[in-house]
């Protein structure tokens, strides 16, 4: 049976169509009746789960896997704790910035999008809530070859995540 206590989730997403274009569009979603199926795990392999089945719905549609980045998924840790202690609000606030910081790592980035999420859930169940959401779903889908996903838990044990995603010439070294 569906627990709203423990499974109320919010997800955002933020997509930026290219490096050159300096705003972000977002989109709320509520998550409803999606089950946390699986406790969080706590030695931070929830990060590694989100990647698995990202690039497992990736595969039904076609798409090459995308590659974990160690600078994406500092990025999105770092945010994702900035949300959870209350440091920022729940959403895409300086996305920009973390692009900005991307790119000064790893070179030219020529597209970026993130989706955010928060709730008492598994990576299979968030990553299945960002699966029904369109916008969500359209950012898992894009031309991105690079991932980071980055998760930290606030108060009351609710897990905030967040994913990044780039698109990275192939030219360039991966980092």
């Known amino acids: 049976m569906f627990n709203q206590r423990y499974c109320k989730i919010l997800f955002l997403a933020a997509m930026v169509v290219s490096a050159s274009q300096a705003s972000a569009c977002s989109k709320s979603v509520s998550g409803n009746g999606t089950s946390a199926t699986k406790a969080v795990r706590e030695d931070g392999n929830v990060e590694e789960d989100i990647l698995f089945y990202v690039n497992k719905f990736r595969r039904t549609k076609g798409l090459k896997p995308l590659a974990m980045s160690g600078v ?86 609710i897990v905030f995540f967040t994913q990044i995603f780039v698109n990275k010439p192939a030219t360039q070294a991966k980092k």
């Open 72 to 157: 994406l998924s500092k990025e999105a840790r770092s945010h994702s704790k900035a949300m959870a202690s209350g440091k920022t609000g729940f959403g895409h606030e300086g996305f920009e910035s973390r692009i900005d910081d991307i790119s000064k790592e790893i070179g030219t980035v020529r597209a970026a999008a993130e989706n955010v999420a928060y709730g008492n859930l598994s990576a299979e169940a968030v990553v299945d809530g960002w699966i029904k959401s369109p916008g969500h779903r359209k950012n898992m889908l894009g031309d991105f070859n690079l991932i980071g996903v980055g998760t930290a838990k606030g108060k009351g044990n």
